[in-house]
Each structure stands twice: as C-alpha cells, then as structure tokens.
C-alpha cells in the first residue's frame, strides 16, 4: 500500500506564493508518476500538473507559467510551486500516484491519493 500525505496549504492573498508538498511511503515503483489535481466547491476534480519518473512535467492550461511540479526521488516527495495565485485556484489540492501511464492527466489512470490540503487565495 502506497500512503501519501500532503502539506503547504493555506490561506494567501491574490498575487501571493505557496509551495505544496507530497510525501510518499509504502511501496516503492520504477516507472511511475505523480500529479496534482485540485476540486473547488460544487465542481470536479480536475488536473493541474504532473511529473513521472524521468522528469518530464505536463500543466493544465490554466496553471503554466505560474505553477512548477518537481520531485525529490532520495525523499520519495513532489513539489507544486505555485505562483502568482488567483482567487479561482482556491480548492482542495491532491496529490496522486500513477503506475498505469506514464504522463497521466486523467484521475482515471491515477492508483493512490493522498487526503488534500485546502488552499485558499483571497482577492
């Protein structure tokens, strides 16, 4: 069983920085990759960014150019760094883990999930 655990969230001001973490215990895999995903109030979890084991990164639309995914293989632990935050990036972020795909940005393709971190950016 993979166990993922999520921190950073918190409250910011529009304009403002917060870097999440996902740390990663358990199993262990070769080929893999990890994403974000984030679900505001009344609508569908959807992607954000993801990493795989070779360091190639996908971005939703919507996050490139403000936010960086990047992983720490010795800590078994990804990074968002977000940037430049807009009110409309409020929402629960979770982190997730894929041995089904190798750049997935689909929840479908996605095993494990973590609990989430509320993120909150006020105007």
């Known amino acids: 069983q993979v166990q993922l655990v999520e921190s950073g969230g918190g409250l910011v001001q529009a304009g403002g920085s917060l870097r999440l973490s996902c740390a990663a215990s358990?199993?262990?895999?070769?080929?893999?990759?990890m994403g974000w995903f984030r679900q505001a109030p009344g609508k569908e979890r959807e992607f954000v960014a993801s990493i795989n084991w070779r360091g190639i990164t996908a971005y939703a639309d919507s996050v490139k150019g403000r936010f960086t995914i990047s992983g720490d293989n010795a800590k078994d632990t990804v990074y968002l760094q977000m940037n430049s935050l807009k009110p409309e990036d409020t929402a629960v972020y979770y982190c997730?883990?894929?041995?089904?795909?190798?750049?997935?940005?689909?929840?479908?393709?996605?095993?494990?999930w973590g609990q989430g971190t509320q993120v909150t950016v006020s105007s």
């Open positions: 358990g199993r262990t895999f070769s080929n893999y990759a």
């Open positions: 997730a883990v894929s041995t089904r795909a190798p750049l997935p940005t689909q929840a479908i393709y996605y095993d494990y």
